[in-house]
Nanobody, 124 residues
Framework: QVQLVESGGGLVQPGGSLRLSCRDS????????IGWFRQAPGKEREGVLC????????YYADSAKGRFAISRDNAKNTWYLQMNSLKPEDTAVYYC?????????????????WGQGTQVTVSS
């Protein structure tokens, strides 16, 4: 089973950028969905962005459109979440997760492998 380790969180000012990393233990599946999720204090975990390997399609939550992007460095077995124009409401613990099924959205309850999370705080 794939293992995931996030890093890159921290404190950033509003309007700033941050890149989170999600290192995996090595994908062996041809078909999968990788997603970035977040959970703010007192709120449910929500999907931010999910990439499906079939067709290379990406689902973006409304909050992420135009600001967040996913990429991968195969040599490093690492996924990245680039976050730009950050807002205080982006403050949350961010998780990466993967599932061997193909999803066209980010169904939080259906992803079966999760990282430990990394804290992102957007504040002046």
């Amino acid at each position: 089973q794939v293992q995931l380790v996030e890093s890159g969180g921290g404190l950033v000012q509003p309007g700033g950028s941050l890149r989170l990393s999600c290192r995996d233990s090595g994908f062996t599946l041809d078909y999968y969905t990788i997603g970035w999720f977040r959970q703010a204090p007192g709120k449910e975990r929500e999907g931010v962005l999910c990439f499906s390997s079939s067709g290379g399609t990406t689902y973006y939550a409304d909050s992420a459109k135009g600001r967040f992007a996913i990429s991968r460095d195969n040599a490093k077995n690492t996924w990245y979440l680039q976050m730009n124009s950050l807002k205080p409401e982006d403050t949350a613990v961010y998780y990466c997760a993967t599932d061997p099924r193909l999803w066209s959205s980010c169904p939080t309850a259906d992803f079966n492998t999760w990282g430990q999370g990394t804290q992102v705080t957007v504040s002046s």
